[in-house]
């Protein structure tokens, strides 16, 4: 089950809050073809507090918007069939906002920190009730 929009946590990146939908940008990766250190960047972004080096914010970044961008329909297909509603050009717009402002703020610094509201202290816990699980048929 997906979580409603107004459940979403806030996703700052540096003093930027990033669209509601940035929350799932893992998503967005499961959906494209992007690399597994690619898919595994975004599930660490997206789930918890953190810092990285600029460099890697950016590869990681281009990387997964050159994909959304070649893939655009299939998403935008893909989407509408799991969510059933009209909000998949939408949300993948979003997710070209949220990377776009990421690797904008990436490149005129050494490091960039990110925290999502509510979750930066759940060290011990699971992600919660924010998890999606999308299968390709």
């Not at 789930?47 to 600029?54: I, P, T």
Request: with cysteine; glycine share 6%.
């Amino acid at each position: 089950m997906q979580p409603s929009p107004e459940k979403f946590k806030i996703v700052w990146f540096e003093n930027e809050i990033l669209p509601k939908w940035a929350q799932l940008l893992d998503v967005a990766t499961q959906l494209c073809h992007v690399s597994e250190s690619t898919r595994g960047w975004f599930s660490r972004f997206t789930n918890s507090a953190g810092v990285d080096d600029s460099r890697t914010i950016v590869n990681e970044c281009q990387s997964l918007l050159t994909a959304i961008r070649q893939d655009k329909e299939m998403l935008i297909r893909e989407l509408e069939r799991t969510r059933g509603d009209g909000q998949a050009p939408q949300i993948v717009a979003a997710w070209e906002y949220a990377l776009d402002t990421m690797i904008r703020e990436a490149r005129s610094k050494k490091t960039c920190s990110w925290r999502i509201e509510g979750i930066e202290d759940k060290g011990e816990s699971d992600h919660g009730d924010g998890d999606i699980t999308l299968r390709r048929v």
